[in-house]
């Protein structure tokens, strides 16, 4: 009954600080009789009680003033224990100087006062310091007592940070763990306590699930870039150890730890590879103060260049999106962080010639960067005209009403489906890329043979003739991105499974969403127009593997808790991608996660011509003969898993 009255809930303040003066008053008299060799007598003296009541005083003030009395006891810290001392000290400090100056009386009549005050700041401090750590073990004592299946953990790191998990974690009243000790890989730290709590390294996790059931690591979100923290993240999941994050200390609400922060580690988080370096002095130069669209801004991708670009302050930015909820989701985002004056919203659909035609009217942009693309493969095998409307026909009307109307820099987002196409999808975005490569060819030439014939670049108002730089990046899958096979399979895992896969050799290669746009947004600055610029994406990772990690982050066991079935290859799926062409070379740039492909660029009236009788003919519906054509234009398009398989047999047998 008592525990509960005194640990339900936070004491008074003022009761702290009553308690706190008792303890200096007791503290104060313990001094001044072991220097009068306990002569109780003397503390009845009327010069003792003027000091005494001076000092309790001077205390109080200085308690007061450094707020020692403010601070919840049982959840004191290494901090409030300095505050403590610091406190005593001044307070003694500033008694003496008050019996140096202005008691002088006084301090005749008690010649080794000084003792008393030196004497008396050990003692206080002392008491007040251990007053704390009793009430802090009682109320853990008591807390541990009351808790019922606690979980045991580990905290990886042991630094700064990992102390404030572990205060944070021990101190929550909702939240039933107990904490075994720390993780780390610093020989110097291995074997020694902090705040009680033992210094383990990664060979000791086995034991520790063994001995005490280690159910779970706890890991700050912003430490997941080491090859070492990799590899014990990777020994916790094979041993069913469960692993949650934590953001940074800084990002707690109200410098405390909520439990909506604490989540389950995401397969993302173990695909992140070492911090991309970026030339942001040169990006700035190309972003700054400029006015920038989006196409697909509501998008993954889209929605994360937006994020991205604003930190480079330009002028505004132009969003283009023609999905509206998701167009209100990421405005009401931007005003949350005060970035709305600088943005503009509008839906429209990259299909509509006369619609894009007004929105750079209006506002006269100086960067596009192209994320607008139907991307779902089985979907555009299934709707083949509707990818060459919006791949192909909305890549051609953004390029040519940007050369309109001066664009400097045209970037389009790509795919690796788009090397040796299988599907309908991955061609249209290999046309899409022939069209602006070409266009930029097209562009260069003209601008040249201006030059060599000694006519102006510019026209009327100064206005440079247009050369829009197109830039083509290339790259593979984005993890956690809409449509995403993650989603999938978080969704099977939480229903219990089967977890599908469709094929037992299906790999890919994958990317963070905002890894993927640091290097869109590199590749900008640094193209010169016309190359297709490829990502470092790492090793190709099994879809079969990463379903299996997904069920062991839930803290299940694959093929015993949760089952993975294969379902078979989609239309238009490979099993493997690629992000060059087998007769396609690369160039290494400046940046080592990037290199320029050097593909074949096709004559411009030659893929302007190719490209308008596949758009008339897409005006027909014949499904058939649209594909037929594609497969024309680009003679390495060879059908996997698909009804237009029967096509490459009609064209083999003609040749």
Known sequence: MIPSILFKRAQSRWLIL?????????????????????????????????????YCTTAMLVFVLMRIHTGIIRFSNTEDIIRIFSSTLLANISYSLILQWSLRDIRSETPSFKEVIILNFFISSTLLIMLRLFVKSAYNFYKG????????????????????????????????????????????????????????????????????????????????????KKRTVETCINLSIKVLTVPPANEWLHGHLNLNQVSNLKIEDLLEREPILLDKKKIMGKL???????????????????????????????????????????????????????????????????????????????VVFHAAAYKHVPMMENNPREAILDNVLGTKNLAEIAVEFYVERFIMISTDKAVNPTNVMGASK?????????????LDAMNSSLMLGGQSLFVKGGIRRGHTKFI??????????NGSVLHRFKAQIERGGPVTVTHPEITRYFMTIPESVQLVLEASAMGRGGEILIFD????????????????????????????????????EKLYEELLNKEELSVPTHHHKIKISKVIVYPYDYVQG??????KLNESGDEFKIVAKIKEIIPEYKSNNSRFKELDQQLQAVS
């Open 537 to 572: 994406m790492g090793k190709p990772v099994k879809i079969v593997d990463l379903a299996a990690n997904m069920i062991r982050l839930s803290g299940y066991v694959p093929y015993k808790d949760i089952q993975i079935a294969f379902s078979g290859l989609r239309p238009g």
């Open 430 to 442: 290999r046309l899409a890329e022939m069209y602006i490569q070409s266009l930029n060819c097209h």
């Open 288 to 366: 700054a103060g400029k006015r920038i669209l989006i196409t697909g801004a509501a998008g993954s991708i889209g929605s994360e260049i937006v994020r991205q670009v604003m930190g480079y302050n330009p002028e505004k930015v132009i969003l283009v999106d023609q999905a509206e909820s998701p167009m209100h989701e990421l405005q009401l985002e931007l005003e949350d962080k005060n970035m709305g004056a600088k943005v503009k919203l509008c839906i429209a659909n990259i299909q509509n010639y006369r619609s894009m035609h007004a929105i750079f009217h209006t506002y006269r942009p100086q």
């Open 472 to 481: 083509t990046t290339r790259f593979g899958n984005v993890l956690g991105s």
């Open 145 to 228: 007592y009351k808790k019922v299946d606690v979980k045991p953990i580990l905290i990886y790191g042991s630094g700064k940070p990992a102390v404030l998990i572990k205060q944070a974690f021990e101190s929550h009243p909702e939240i039933k763990y107990e904490v075994l000790g720390f993780l780390d890989h610093d020989a110097d730290k291995l074997g020694k306590y902090i705040e009680r709590k033992r210094v383990y390294n990664d060979s000791a996790v086995r034991y520790l699930k063994e001995k005490y059931g280690l159910a779970e690591l706890i890991i700050s979100s912003n430490s997941l870039n080491t090859e070492e």
């Open 18 to 54: 009553l308690v706190d003066l008792a303890i200096i008053a007791w503290a104060f008299s313990t001094a001044f009789l072991v220097t009068r060799q306990f002569d109780f007598p003397q503390l009845l003296s009327y010069s003792f009680q003027l000091h005494l009541a001076g």
């Open 610 to 615: 190719k490209v308008n009788e596949l758009l």
